[in-house]
């Protein structure tokens, strides 16, 4: 593993909806992660997303039969992988994107009631560019898999603010 990362403390944890708002800018209805309950900043993270039937994305997929999109059990994993990089002192306010999703693979549906655990670690920082490999799984069985490619711009915080001219 490659990483170049600042001497950062770990916050307090289990970490809750506020705090990890105060870290990673998404807000209801798109922050797609409960609770943090393992971090080591820069390099590991363990989240918690508990999928309930009163989101929104279950009005239409599937009205019969709620399933969650897989698309969103991946942000879920960026946005855990988020809160690993922006809690490091170099990164802190930043807007991390994604780049690039390789190796990504559905193995199980999820459905209103199940507990998704994130697991996200780091597997290359350096500058603004880095790469994650994630896990998300339900009970122990993985629902989905996939390696993450980000980027932080360095002219964009967090506010979505533009670049000086």
């Not at 916050?11 to 209805?29: N, S, T, V």
């Not at 009005?59 to 922006?86: K, S």
Request: net charge negative; with cysteine; aromatic share 4%.
């Amino acid at each position: 593993m490659t990483t170049e990362t600042a001497t950062t403390t770990s916050p307090a944890l289990p970490l809750e909806a506020a705090d990890i708002m105060r870290i990673i800018p998404h807000r209801y209805p798109f922050l797609l992660v409960d609770r943090i309950i393992e971090l080591e900043p820069g390099k590991r993270v363990v989240g918690i997303k508990a999928v309930t039937a009163n989101e929104p994305q279950f009005t239409g997929h599937f009205p019969e039969r709620p399933i969650m999109p897989g698309v969103l059990m991946v942000e879920a994993l960026a946005q855990t992988a988020g809160v690993a990089v922006m809690t490091l002192d170099e990164y802190r306010g930043k807007l991390g994107l994604f780049a690039g999703i390789d190796d990504c693979r559905f193995r199980r549906m999820v459905v209103p009631g199940d507990t998704l655990r994130l697991e996200v670690t780091v597997e290359k920082l350096r500058g603004m560019f880095g790469r994650v490999r994630g896990v998300a799984s339900v009970d122990g069985e993985v629902a989905v898999e996939a390696t993450l490619s980000i980027i932080i711009p360095r002219d964009q915080e967090m506010g979505g603010g533009q670049p000086d001219a």
